[in-house]
């Protein structure tokens, strides 16, 4: 739902996606997240990384971990948000968590 502020009334409407464009929206692995303060509101990238292939014996493992200093983030998405709106997307996503939670749980047996 969308709601529409007005200098006298406030009005929501129910957005409807097309299914069929929907399922054709490749949906891909978000691993890292940053916000950034502007002074429009607040820049959201959204990336996916892939930890390197690390291979060898331990000792090279070890080796080759320890002198990792980045990896490199792919974006998949870039989004600016005002505040009302960033208020509503962290929103959405709790309700969102609380119940992806719930259903691990009745799945687990917690």
């Known amino acids: 739902m969308i709601s529409t502020p007005s200098e006298h009334y406030q009005k929501t409407v129910q957005v409807i996606f097309d299914d069929e464009e929907v399922a054709n929206i490749a949906v891909a692995m978000a691993s890292t997240f940053v916000a950034q303060a502007s002074e429009d509101g607040i820049i959201l990238s959204i990336c996916q990384t892939t930890p390197p292939v ?20 792919k974006v998949l998405a870039r989004f600016s948000l005002s505040r009302k709106r960033a208020r509503e997307l962290i929103s959405i996503l ?17």
Not at 54 to 73: F, L, W
Not at 94 to 110: H, K, N, P, V
């Open 94 to 110: 709790s309700q969102g968590l609380e119940a992806f939670e719930a259903l691990e749980g009745t799945r687990s047996g917690i």
């Open 54 to 73: 690390i291979v060898g014996s331990p000792e090279d493992q070890r080796h080759v971990y320890e002198n990792i200093t980045s990896v490199k983030a």
